[in-house]
Each structure stands twice: as C-alpha cells, then as structure tokens.
C-alpha cells in the first residue's frame, strides 16, 4: 500500500508541473526542464520506496525485466492514473481554468516519437536502475528525469511530450490532446517500454 | 553555534541569489534555476554541519521526523530569518534600491501552491536527507534545490515561488509581498511541513 | 556484439536530438542543453555495457589510453555511424523534411573550435570515466555530457558543435555542413581524440 | 608539474568558454549556465590531479585550509593567469576579435557582488572538495560549477561575474572590464578566498 501511495505522490507532482506548465502563460522553454526535474526529484525521493515508476509504461518494462511483481502492476497503474487526473484539476485550480489551444497532431510523427523517448526512457531506467552493472549509482534519477527533458524539447511540438500514459491522460483531462488520440499514446508507450525490456535483457543477460 | 552560523550563512545566499533575481531587471526564465541551484549549492555545502535546512518549514519538518533537537529549533528559525533579512539588505545594496512591483495575489491559488510545492520539498528532503533507504548518496542536494526550481516555474507567478518562510520574509522586505499577506504564507507553508514529516513517516515506518 | 548494439542506440538517440533541434524550428538557446543532455543520459545507460562512448574520437582516445581492444575500434565506429545517419532519417521523419539553412562555415575558427572542445571532451571523458582517481563516480555522464553543452553554447554557431565525427556525418546529411566539409571535421576532431590520450597519459603516468 | 599543466588546462577551458560567451553574440541569459558548467566538467576532470582549483581565490584558501603547499601557490596562480589569457585568446579567434562593449562599473555594488559571491565560492569549494564530513561524495563539481553560475546569474550584469582573479584577467584582456580596475577585483576577491579559508576552518575544527 506505501509503494502505491509513493507513486501516487510521485505521478501527481510530475502532471501538476506538466500541468502548470501547459496552462497559460503557454509554454517556453523551461517547460521541459521544469518538467524533466520534477521526475527527477519525484525519482529521488521515492525510488527507495516504489522504485520511482510514476509511468505505466516503466511500470510494465520493469515487470517485463522481472523487478515489479504481477500482483503490483494494476495498482501501480491505478495509482500512477489517479495521480496525474487530481494533479491536472489542482494544475487548474491554481493556473486558472483556462481553455488550452488543442495541439494540431500529425498522427505518423507524433507516434514515432512518442515510441523513441518512451523506448528512450524505459530504456534508461532500466540500465540505470535496475542493472547490476550501475549498482549503487547515485545518477539514476538526473538520468532519468532529463531524459523526459530531451525528448520533451526534442519533440514536444511534435507529439506534446508525453512518454507517459498517465501524464497522457492528464493532458487529454487540461485539454492539450483529444480523448480519441489518448489510445494510440497509450497502445505506443506501452509497447515502447516492453521493447525496451527486451532490448534490455538483451543486453544484460546475466541481470535476467 | 556553528550549526547556527551554518544555517544564517545558506539562507543568506538563497535570499541573496532570490533579491538579486527579483530587483531589476525582472525575473526572467532564469530566476527559478538560480534559486534552486543557489539551494543545491549551499545544501550540498552545509548538509554535514547543520543539515542544510535554510526554510523554517524544513526544519519543522526534520524536527517532527526525529532528526532535529527540540532546543535547535527555534535557533534555526532566527539564524535563517536573520539571513534572509540581511541578504536582502545586500541584494538591494548590489542590484539598486528599485522599487519592485507588488504582486497581485489571488489567494486561493497562491496559498494552494504553496502548499503543494512545500510539501514537496520538506517530502523531497525528507527522503533524500534522512532516510535509511537512500544513506549516503551524493544527489541530495541536487533533489533538494531542482524542487524549488521546479515549484518556481510551475507556480512563481501565481505565488512568488517562496516554499519557505524565511524567504518570504526577504520578499516581504523586497516588496514582491504585502506584510499582511505574510502570516498567510507562513502558516501555509509550516502546515505543509508538518504534513510532508506525517506521511514520510508513515512511507518510511522503520526509521521511526 | 552486445557492445556495438549499446554504442548504436546511444548515438542514435544522441544525433536524434540534434537532428530534432536542428530542424525546424530553429536551434534557440536550449539545442545545446538539450543535446548535452542526451549524451549525459545515454552515457549513464550504457557506460557499464559498452563504455558509453558514441563518437569515434572518443573511442580513438580511448582505445589510445588502452581501454579499447584493437578488434573494437572499427565495428564501434561503424556502429556510431550507423546510428548518426539513421537517426538522421528519424529525425526528418518527425519534424518534417524541411530544408536546413547550411551553415556559412570560417574553416579556421571553426576547426579550432571543434579541436579545442573534441579535446575537452576526450580529456574529460578519459579522466572521469578511465582513471584510477575517480574510479567509481556518479559523476562522469555529467561531467561528460555537459562539456557537449558547454562547446555548444561557446562555438556552436561558429563551427556547428559536432565535437564528433559520426554527428558530423549526420550534420551533413540533414544539410547544416556541407559534404566536402566533413573530412576537415573528421580529421580535426580525430587528432584532438589523440592529443587528449596522450595529455591524460602524460597527467596519469600510473594509469598506463 | 603535472599538477600545474592542469590546472593550466581547466582554467584555459573555463576562460574559453567565458570569452566565447562574453564576445559577440553578447552574452544572453545562457552565458552563466556555460561557465558554470565549464568550471564544473573541469573540476570533475582535474580534481584528482591538481584539486581543480582554476582560480587564485579558491588556491589561496585552500593554501590557508592547509590543503595545498605553500611551494605549490605562486606556480598555480601563474598557470592559471597564463592559461586565462592563451584563452583570451582563443576565443578572439574563435569569435572574431570583435570589440566588446565594456561594462559600466559601479565600484560600490561590484566589488560587493564579487566579495560575496567569491566567498561563496570558496566557502563551497572547502566544504564540497576538502572537508571530512564529505569525503568520497559525487557532487563537488557540480556544487562548485554551480555556485558560479549562481552569482552570474545573480550579479553578473553588476560586476561582470568574475569571482575568479585569473577571468578578471581575462575580461580585461578582452575588454570587458578596464586594466585600472582589475587590482580592485584581485583584492577583493582575495580577500574573499580567505574570509572563506577563515570561516571554514571555524565550522569544521576538526578538519584543521
């Protein structure tokens, strides 16, 4: 029950700053810093407690690596959604209920992008971690969080920058993408983060 | 005494890094990393002697978790409100005694963020500072001051991005804040810290 | 085998970053934080596989210094280029085949900035990622990834701040250099690998 | 001897990036961000090797802290004047050997500006690099890169942002700041590094 409460603490502070950034003043170019950092602290903070997911396609790469059990990953997923929905409604409590310009998507780049940050991230979790060869490393949070950072000034005009199904729902919820769009995010972050954990065994084979 | 000392001479350099960005020329993208990387620093530079709290909020919030002694609190406060006051004087001896522009403060909202992003910090400490899980990792600080930079461009211009009530102080002397609106930031700003020490206790139940 | 696949991902995220901040819109001020950044975060995630290296020099340098094996060098390079030009292609295919504004290049400060910070970057990476000193830092994808973003903000509308050949090539295929250009950036960019190996030998004479 | 081509090497780069930021295009708000993070990416580099000083401020109080022989002091300062100004030069190069606008200095606010700052720069590099309370930690370059860019960003515009004797050396050979007022600065900043050696060894008795 504490790890699920950890990621909901984490995701919530994660969307409350994607949301804060997104609602006017629209953003510039500290958005993607602001929101990177704040998976960095959120990863610091309670990485020793829930493993610091607050994304359901790093909850399912990480099961896929064989580091979360089955029994956790619905709740994570739970917890990770609920979080992101509250953080968007106290994004617009304390930003205003200000209508948001609906990102004009090209549905091609949009997904390549989001599969190549999200494939990204997970990637970069898992190596940084969960491996046995970085054991001990007092990075994996910097790592992590400005990974998000580089994909979001990447290609956020791209696709919004979400790499994250939970921080994707909370963007649909402020408005930024259409409710029909929200599956194909999740259906290619999702597939992003088990290709990823492929990928990974792949390479760490004795980490297996 | 040289806990002391040590907390007077961190808050100095938030403060003063905080008055610099504040007096003209006006807060740019820049003011929050400057201000969350002025925490990092002196964090980074006084952990070992005082803890590195430099924000009454945090150090109630130490002091609920069990690492602060009941006789250091009340010291800590003057150290770090006297440092914040000085380091305003200085901050206007370096940068022009320009009169700065009162915020218009919308209440609600700013009390909300202040709240939210307080809480994240003395979380975010917590955590990263005084927990068993995470002894002797080098990113604390790092944690620590990217929250106040993440809180500032998330909500900066809805409340002044203080998260601390000595630096209210220094904005109430600056003039970003009204004196009256002071207390207001206070009480907020301690009650987030006591919930933050509540629910870190509860996450982290063995080290009690 | 495992190797060559991590130094192909790490360099394919890293040049689809800066093929993504090349492209329309323009580079603004955050291209070389961002660009840093990946390289920081791809040589967190796979420094303990492969050495995290992603440029050619730094993998002359280090083969140089005698962490490389011979049979290495040149299936790394291969590797490096493959990912640089397919990431290339990426990048277009997100942000749109738009044609990029060729750099009018001054070739002696331009290879004197690219030799002076390809320089930095091997003396950097040799010394917190090869050395005796540091063994065991959470430091170096920092440290390295960083130095990018500093030549980057200090030369890179001088030279273009590829600092590594197989960006160079994909410089020249998404149109920023001009083709007969490359062999100056290469060649430049190889001797300061060499002249920083020789430097850390000389500096750690009992890391031999 | 190896310590001073070091030492010659990091505070080359840092002045190289300084004067790449400082002639055309003027500095904009990146400028603290690439300084701060040169001195950061040369301190991780060099720090086994020489302390990582690149600074006559920083040498001098680490002299005083009982850290660096008295032999060693007058041949650090020189290499690091002489690396500032071949950097100087190099980046005249680089850039173009445009004519900088020289700043404007209010003595007053300036040599305050660089007083404090330079203190906190010592202050922070004594605790973070030199201190037994954080012996083996990740962060010392990131706390010292950081701290500059911190009184950059606060009080750059007001002093220039040198913090450093050997940069004041190079801002005057680059004509930033006129030759008259450069012993100002030497005082000062001087001044400042032992202040800090002062209060350091006051806080951490036990590290005399």
Redesign the interface.
């Known amino acids: 029950m504490?790890k699920y409460?950890?990621e909901w603490?984490g995701t919530f502070?994660l969307m409350?700053?994607v949301g804060?950034?997104v609602i006017a003043?629209p953003p510039?170019?500290?958005?993607?810093?602001?929101i990177g950092?704040?998976l960095?602290?959120?990863v610091?903070?309670?990485?020793?407690?829930s493993g610091g997911h607050y994304n359901p396609a790093v909850t399912l790469g990480v099961w896929l690596r064989g580091r979360c059990s089955i029994q956790d990953l619905v709740p994570y997923w739970i917890a990770q959604g609920a979080g992101a929905i509250l953080a968007s409604v106290?994004a617009q409590?304390?930003?205003?209920n200000v209508p948001v310009v609906r990102m004009t998507l090209s549905v091609?780049?949009a997904l390549?992008?989001e599969f190549?940050f999200t494939f990204?991230l997970v990637?970069?979790v898992l190596?940084?971690a969960t491996?046995k060869?970085?054991t001990g490393?007092?990075?994996?949070?910097?790592?992590?969080g400005?990974?998000v950072?580089?994909g979001a000034?990447?290609?956020g005009?791209?696709s919004g920058g979400a790499f994250n199904p939970a921080v994707a729902i909370g963007l649909g919820w402020i408005g930024l993408i259409a409710w029909p769009n929200l599956a194909l995010y999740w259906i290619t972050e999702l597939l992003a983060g088990a290709f990823a954990a492929w990928?990974f065994l792949?390479?760490?084979?004795k980490d297996r």
């Open positions: 504490r409460v950890c603490i502070f409350l700053t804060c950034c003043p510039g170019v500290v958005a993607p810093l602001a950092s704040a960095m602290v959120m610091f903070a309670g990485g020793h407690l106290a409590a304390i930003k205003g091609g780049p390549l992008a190549l990204a990637y970069v190596n940084t491996a060869g970085t490393n007092s990075f994996y949070g910097l790592a992590i400005m990974t950072m580089v000034f990447a290609a005009s791209v990928i792949g390479l760490n084979p």
